[in-house]
């Protein structure tokens, strides 16, 4: 860390002597002090990495870098002060206060920069009595030397593959069994409620990986009608286990806050189903805390099972688990073949041979710990030579009793292949509280306002770099570009292991713990303690540079403490009970980051526009506020603004003047029309208005934001039309105008769009809107409507069907054809809409015709679900068992179907198989629907839905008869409204 803040130290003094020579000129004396600080400072950086790997054992050293830290934060605040006033001193819209005499201002910093350097002499002389090995470069070889490319592939994810988790089978199987086994009986007559069943075992040895293979096997998600996975963690927070339980039942948030409220919704939701439980990292002991949850859990189905993992077995025990599953350590050539399938991935045979006597004396020193394993292989694949194996084994990290303990000595080898400036975005994550899920848009943002990385890109390409290196985990892809990491958490270990490197600098408190006399502490985290700390009691406020208080109350807000924070950057006051900032945040000259989300805020007091530095301003679910200061373009560094579930009608036409703005989101908000002005930002990449029910149009203007990526103008009601100038958006990657129901053209310009990723709707429209515009669209992946809403059914149409090619357009996945009620679509304009052959989900909604297109059977050979809904012409159906692939069929609202018969098949060959994969068959609403044919004499010849487990028919009022080979492989039969029907099942 040290090195990384030196580094941006010297890199500010030397940008400083570059641009500003005219200024320094006016100070006598100080170009020379600040050449002597670079100078002094860049022979410092030549003994950090022997001083770092010495500081484990030798205090002095330990000592001596933290003073290094604490000189480089007052050089960073000194030189972040220079600019800031030198730029407020040349502009007219800061108050008066900062209209300093340039030479006032100079002479102030200058007097501060020579305190500095008299500092710094000290330093020096001290680094000298420790006889430090000087680097003859500074170079960190596989952070720096490969591709940004090569950073970004990121290959964990949270869905766990079986495949890839070693000596975890017969663990697996053994709980798979526990938890299925029918003991249904003794639970209903015992009255405790579900069993617990629990995974024991030490930090690192996957217990998670466990329980997350269980969850996500087919047998439990057929067995349970519902699964929960709740992260629990310390402490035992009963309020935000039960909403997490709610949120995950019910599928939607709530703004429940009372526990007994909340127990009762899980009784009432969880009551007459098969559940499971699973609570991972469970580590309170107090029975108090459990038994309101238990007891709001009794009222599942029997066979309702809850899994705990846990490192204790008191908690286990206390839990009254009914069985225990103690999980080993792995075999060292378990934890070979786990290092190795990371390490040795994309090698050659003959280097990968060379390589494996080294990896397997690595894997041994991973004492059975598949994280260590894990990380181990990741810190490995960045190795290309022996040498570089023989290193990592000969280390003597390995040898230290001080970080010995739990994973640290293998986290420490992959830290330290880790660039400074990783290193120090890796650490600051301490300050958030285990079990956290970390934003990865907000991390960079976070980083950006510290100061460790400039532009978002190098955010995402460092943070790439860590997850690659396993110090990040449970990753949620993007749904439309799985390259993209939204989310992810911590391991336990993992984190630990960042306090551990961070202890003095980060620190998160929570109503379990405070402590006092944290001297140089620079980030804290102050997580709902529900009670009056003082904050000065615990650090020095002025030296702070994070704050994230969530839950603070307003009284500890003070005007005191706002003009004690003199050097925060970061400031998060998430919550409700905030309600105003008071006037003296203006004074906070270094911040750049507020998030004042969930708040009760009003308004900004004016004095905001003083922060010449904010970069993002988060007033997301902020339902009172209603404005932007008119002050508001002063900002010209700002880069997000999020007002998203606010009151905000509209935005001051000031906001024009942001010219480094990148994102805005006003979703959910009463915002009635967007000022022309917000036609200047030039920068402008993300522009957010979901359900932005009062808008009616976008600016005509739209078309000068040749930045834009991303436009989302879904359930947007009122917009009837988008601008003529989209075309000139040649970087649009994502267009999404879902529920735009006014909506019924789509502009020329959309052909223009050939970057475009993702179009949710495409309107067919009357005039100008037309099939032939998506040409050209063959980077659309993921899902993809197309809405018919005039008719097509002449020579032009098929031209313009065929114009279209939705067959090219490989990356599409999900695919609807919505027809407008009373369309006339004529059959060769649907045979020339032919879907890509990769397609795997395909929706028709009221197609018109009588007929259904040829290709629905002939090309689709990886379509996985299809759904048919309103084809009211259609009297009969094609012949779908043709489709290898198929796993679910809805057939919904056709009238006219009567009879479904062995074209419905598809295959007559002996030893055939029709509708091979098919596992769920659901049909609804078929009035006149009277026979379904047994295919007896089929049966002997060709085999009919192998795979079939659930059949559900709602109000087919005249079918009288079910196949019976049918029921025989059923697991599920749900039969509503079907008055004629008889059928003899047991499940």
Known sequence: MADALISGVVEQLINILNHQAQELKRVLGVKKDIKNLSSKLEKIREVLDDAEKRSFKETGIKLWIENIQDFSYQVDDVLDEWRTRTLASRSSFLPSRFHYKRFAIHRDIAKKIKELDSTLDRITKEKDQFKFDYASSITHTSAASHSDQELMRVTTAFDVDASEIQGRKSDASALISKLVENSGEEEARNGNGPPVISIVGTGGIGKTTLALLVFGDEQIKTHFDERVWICVSDPFDQIKIAKAIVESTTKSSTDLSQLHVLLAKIQSTLSEKRFLLVMDDVWTEQSAKWEPLKNSLKDGLPGSRILVTSRSERVARMMGSV?????????????????????????????????????????????????????MGSLLCFKDTRDDWQNVLDNKIWELEEVVTDLFPHLYQSYNDLTPMMKQCFSYCAVFPKDYEIEVEKLIRIWMAQGYVTMESKGRELFGGLAKRSFFQNLKKDDMDFNIIISCKMHDIVHDFAQFLSKNECYSIDQHKDKAGFKNLRHLSWQNTGKNMNLASICDIGKLRSFFAEGFSPEQLTPDLFNGLKSMRVLGLHGRELQELPKNIGNLLHLRYIDLSWSNVEELPDAVCSLYNLQTLDLRRCRCFSRLPNGIGNLHQLRYIDLSLSKVKDLPDKIGDLNQLKYINLSWSKVEKLPDTICSLENLQTLVLERCEHLSRLPEGIGNLVELKYINLSYCTQVQELPKGIGNLINLRHLNIRGTNRLETMPQGIAKLTQLCSLSEFKVGKESSKLGYMEKLNQLKGELSITVLCDLNNAADVEEAEKAELRNKKHIKELCLDFSPGVDVGTDVMEALEPPPELQTLQLIRYGGTHFPSWITLSLDNLRILKIYGC?????????????????????DMKELRYVGREFLGVAEVGGVAFPKLKKLEFYDCPEWEEWDDFKQEAIIIIIMPCIRELELNYCRKLKTVPHHLLSRLESLKIKHCPSLKVEYSK
């Open 872 to 892: 009211r012409n259609c009297s009969s159906l094609p012949p779908l068992g043709k489709l290898p692939s198929l796993e679910t069929l809805f057939i919904w």
């Open 323 to 375: 069985y225990q599953h103690q999980l080993d350590l792995i075999s060292d050539s378990e934890a070979w073949l786990l290092l190795s399938r990371i390490a040795l991935s994309g090698r050659r045979e003959e280097d990968c041979k060379k390589l494996k006597d080294i990896g397997q004396k690595i894997a041994q020193k991973c004492k059975g710990l598949p994280l260590a394993a894990k990380v």
